[in-house]
């Protein structure tokens, strides 16, 4: 997982040491050196957020962010985003479950 999300900062020229950082963030960072094949759904899923803190995109386009996570896996999740969110980016996402993403923000509910 380390090497891909290497590869990812290569070529969007940022920094891994970020990836690094969103890994422990997500809570997989014992998770490093391995494959990303041998991951779980949910390990892959926060190994693909992570990516996000490499591209330093503004606005994130998320579905079902939390999917096939534990509590503590979500609850990771949703902070990583608040954290995004909080330094002035946005998300995007859909979902069928409330995140409970910290206010101050705009929020459009569509049932």
Do not use: N, Y
Request: net charge positive.
């Amino acid at each position: 997982m380390a090497e891909h999300l290497a590869f990812w900062a290569g070529i969007s020229r940022g920094k891994s040491a970020d990836g690094d950082a969103a890994l422990t963030e997500l809570g997989i960072a014992d998770l490093a050196r391995r494959r990303c094949k041998t991951l779980s759904a949910g390990q892959a899923r926060r190994a693909a957020l992570a990516r996000l803190s490499i591209e330093k995109r503004p606005i994130w386009l998320l579905d079902e962010p939390t999917a096939a996570l534990d509590a503590t896996g979500a609850a990771s999740v949703r902070a990583f985003i608040d954290r995004h969110c909080g330094a002035g980016g946005g998300a995007i996402i859909a979902t069928h479950l409330d995140l409970a993403i910290d206010a101050g923000r705009r929020r459009l509910i569509l049932d």
